[in-house]
């Protein structure tokens, strides 16, 4: 039976299988679990450097968004992702990762890549940079963005991914007209979990955006905990799990994003 609060939601799937959800900030909800409690971290911080820092062109790299009346236009809220800041973030992924089975796939841009992406080697085992290839080409001042980062990672332990025949560049579509800011395609996050993870594992994306990673987690038979601190992403997932449960269809993601005719890695 699923079970509902104002900040916290519980699905009920499966064989003896759930997917909880909070609104909550990251760092505090990180504090609430566990040691060792997660097998599988995968996520896609909102990073504000690339906004605050990179200088390129007039305005900024994040435009205005469909809710307007909060600051710059924008319903979600960057991370702000001083090294500090990320230290705290990094050591809360490494305690609640178990230390046999942990694995944690963390997003880059280009610009958080260079300023953060280092402090990933001082508490995981770094083991690829995958390439997620958009297709598509995006805005760019200086050369126009076609992929972002992916940094695969281990906590200590020689767990291998499922298969060797993971190719480092993953080339999915990136969502036009989508229904949330900067959503991600649920391929991309399929991949990260069907390479890393079991049936009944335990799934964890402490930016939970625009729930990608929890419906991927569904599609592969994993327990799933997420969280976002904006109440717009708390009640899109709300909208969007219930739906995908009851019906098998993603209402923010209806088409697929992979490339027609290229081999499936993912599932």
Known sequence: MDTETASVRTFKYG?????KIEL?????FLKSLKDESIDL??????????????????GRIVGEYKQKGTENGKWFVEFED???NYHLF?????????????????MFDSFSLLSLGHLMREYFDVK???????????????????HE????????????????????????KRIHHSKYPTQKPVELFQAMIYASAEEGFTVCDPFLGSGSS????????CRFLGCDIASNAFTANVERIHHYLKTKEDIYQPKPCHIEGEPVFWE
Request: charged share 25%; proline share 2%.
């Open 15 to 19: 064989n003896n299988l759930e997917v």
């Open 24 to 28: 909550n900030d990251c760092i505090s």
């Open 41 to 58: 971290i995968v996520t896609d911080p909102a990073y504000s450097g690339m906004n605050n820092k990179l200088k390129l062109g007039k």
């Open 82 to 84: 001083s090294e500090e």
């Open 90 to 106: 990094l050591q809360e992924c490494k305690r609640v990762l178990k230390k046999d089975t942990g694995h944690i796939y963390i």
């Open 128 to 146: 690829n940079i995958i390439t997620w290839d958009k297709i598509n080409m995006g805005m760019g001042h200086y050369f126009r963005r076609r």
């Open 149 to 172: 980062y992916i940094i695969f990672a281990t906590n200590g332990n020689n767990r291998k991914i499922r298969n060797r025949s993971f190719p480092d560049v993953w080339r999915f």
């Open 214 to 221: 929890a419906i991927a987690a569904i599609k592969n038979n």
